[in-house]
């Protein structure tokens, strides 16, 4: 016993007790690791999350302000419509010397529209015929000073202006101007409105646009003037942007940004973080400015990004605690079995392992002392059970040796029979391809015997019949050699073609592609099918037994598309490989029953569809039919061209 005890004995490692002290730190650090990449995929998420939500803001606060854009546009253009109207009233000509026409007009269109400073009508040297309301001074007054009048008047489309001053004297505000032209086109004068901006209509316009209690919007001419806001006191001061507004409207592009810094102590936003939306008009050299403080605006993110602060640093430094303290309460039975171990392994059977409790390790605990004990009575027992064992590995060993001389000798058979099975597929190879050559041979005779002798004679037959037809017979034997001459030519032209199914001159005269084209035109153009032959790789020579198969499936393809498929189109693609020629047949006819026609009793394109199959067998290929009712039908053939044959 003491030896087989003694042969259980392994070195004793110095570094126990650095061993013991490691596990616990390695437990701690991979835990300690996981926290913190799970903390870190959090934090990661939340900065998603937060750069996806600004994202979002900015792009609702630039179709926002589009959308703005377009309303205030909506405005404008029927303040255009409503100006180009007058010209239209009856009375109304700047060619006449009579105005009160023009003036009466200007007076009724003047209420309910937007031009609260007034309208007036000028001639085509710029001078104001008629104006309302506003003070009769200012008729005879030139308009050459407002460039909406004058770009209206000189160019002949409509125009707005930014801020300036009014036609009726009026201080702040934006014009609008569009042409008058007579009955032969000619610009002879301009009708013009002005939208006084002390009213604040422009201001109400724009007004739902501003979300929030920090929010506004505003509308800025080309030179950054504030025309329109929800916030008065900003009214006709320059933006704190001029400069990059005037380029986006010039540019006709909407952005949306945040403003941080580029604004500093600005009297329209001081030095708080803005997020800012300008879209520009259509019609007018104007902008929509939606702007709001940051804070506002990403509320829902900061307070987000607050929350995983403040409830997420503590609670990674509690699980850290946790993970410590679940850590020691493990470490501490695990180093008490270890040292149990070590006694184990150096000899000591006779100490059992201590009770660890109901737990996991205590379980582990249990076990080991269950194989402490065992392992007792098994070293008792090993010296009794040498002798019996040595003895049963000898009688194996012969067993072993007899079952290994069996084994050869069945490898050895199993070899032979498939080295036999590998010649006779050969052999058998070898015999399907002599046979359709012997056919296609047997084809040949008959095709050159046809030519030779039938074709002939029935030539002699039409030529002394033609004899026999002349004027000197009677009317009578002309009439029914005549018939008889039909009746040859018919059977002459049979013949050919028997000539060319039996086997087609051009199949070996030009080879696989030209024999197929000729077939599928042959058969198919006759019935009004449309027909296309295309071929996919380096078109070339192939032995004849490979080009006599794939032309018998292709044949027999275009034979049931001409019987039975009522298509319109067929497609005929050959596939030059390198170690394979592949048929694709397709037509978009009725289609079939695939399944149900591959049982041999369904007739005569059953046998023709297990034909094409064995034909492609033969040469080690496949061939398959796709096809359903209403679908057309699709025949694939794959012929392998042994070491890449030309």
């Not at 380029?247 to 708080?272: F, K």
């Not at 470490?331 to 409790?357: F, I």
């Not at 490898?411 to 006779?424: M, P, S, T, V």
Request: aromatic share 4%.
């Amino acid at each position: 016993m003491n030896t087989a005890v003694g042969r259980l004995r392994i070195p004793e490692s110095a570094g126990t007790g650095v061993a013991r002290r490691s596990l616990q730190w390695r437990v701690l650090t991979l835990v300690t690791i996981g926290i913190v990449a799970v903390a870190g995929v959090l934090v990661a998420s939340n900065l998603a999350a937060s750069r996806e939500t600004r994202s979002r803001l900015l792009e609702e606060r630039r179709a926002l302000a589009v959308a703005t854009a377009g309303y205030v546009d909506y405005v404008v253009r029927q303040g255009l419509r409503s100006l180009d109207d007058l010209s239209a009233v009856e009375g109304f000509d700047l060619e006449d010397s009579d105005n009160e026409p023009e003036t009466d007009a200007l007076r009724r269109a003047f209420y309910g529209s937007i031009f609260s400073s007034g309208l007036y009508v000028a001639d085509a040297q710029g001078v104001i015929v008629a104006i309302d309301p506003g003070s009769q001074k200012a008729i005879g007054v030139s308009i050459r000073s407002r460039p909406d009048a004058m770009t209206a008047l000189t160019s002949g489309r409509p125009a707005v202006s930014g801020y300036t001053g009014g036609a009726a004297g009026h201080d702040a505000v934006v014009s609008m101007a569009v042409p008058v032209r007579n009955r032969s086109g000619q610009v002879v004068g301009v009708i013009g409105g002005d939208v006084g901006l002390s009213e604040g209509l422009l201001g109400e316009i724009i007004r739902s646009a501003a979300p929030g209690k920090d929010a506004y919007a505003q509308v800025v001419d080309s030179r950054g003037t504030i025309i329109a806001s929800t916030r008065p006191q900003q009214m006709l001061k320059t933006s704190d942007h001029a400069e990059q507004m005037a380029n986006l409207i010039v540019e006709r592009r909407a952005v949306s940004s945040a403003c941080h810094s580029c604004h500093t102590g600005s009297s329209e936003s001081g030095s708080t973080p803005q997020v800012m939306a300008f879209a520009p008009l259509e019609l007018a050299p104007w902008g929509v400015v939606i702007r709001q403080s940051e804070d506002e605006a990403l509320a829902a993110t900061g307070l987000l990004d607050s929350r995983v602060t403040w409830f997420g640093v503590p609670a990674v430094a509690l699980a850290l605690l946790f993970s410590w303290a679940t850590v020691r309460s493990i470490v501490k039975p695990v180093r008490t079995l270890t040292v149990a171990a070590d006694r184990v392994a150096a000899g000591d059977l006779s100490q059992p392992v201590p009770a660890m409790g109901k737990d996991e390790i205590g379980g582990l605990a249990r076990a080991f002392e269950t194989m402490r004990v065992r392992l007792k009575d098994a070293l008792n027992a090993s010296e009794r059970w040498a002798a019996e064992l040595e003895a049963r590995v000898h009688d194996r060993t012969r067993e072993l040796e007899a079952s290994r001389d069996h084994l050869r000798a069945v490898a050895e058979e199993n070899a032979a029979l498939n080295e036999e099975l590998k010649r006779r597929d050969a052999a058998r190879t070898e015999l399907m391809g002599q046979v359709i050559g012997a056919q296609e041979d047997e084809r040949r005779r008959i095709a050159r015997e046809l030519h030779d002798e039938t074709s002939q004679a029935l030539t002699v037959l039409v030529m002394g019949m033609e004899t026999a037809a002349s004027p000197a017979a009677r009317d009578s034997i002309e009439e029914r050699l005549a018939a008889l001459k039909h009746l040859a030519v018919q059977t002459l032209d049979g013949v050919h073609r028997l000539i060319y199914d039996l086997r087609p001159s051009v199949l070996d005269d030009l080879g696989l592609v030209p024999g197929l084209r000729w077939c599928a035109e042959g058969r198919l153009e006759p019935l009004g099918v449309r027909v296309s032959v295309m071929v996919t790789g380096q078109e070339r020579r192939l032995r004849p037994e490979v080009e006599t198969a794939v032309f018998r499936i292709g044949q027999e393809a275009i034979s049931n598309i001409a019987r039975h498929s009522g298509a319109a189109n067929a497609f005929v693609n050959v596939v030059f490989e390198d170690d394979a020629v592949v048929l694709d047949v397709e037509d978009d006819g009725q289609g079939f029953d695939a399944d149900a026609i591959d049982a041999v009793g369904e007739g005569h394109r059953g046998w023709g569809l297990l034909g094409m199959r064995e034909r492609a067998a033969l040469l080690g290929g496949s061939a398959s039919i796709e096809s359903e009712p209403g679908a057309g039908t699709h025949v694939r053939a794959r012929v392998p061209l042994p070491g890449g044959q030309a």
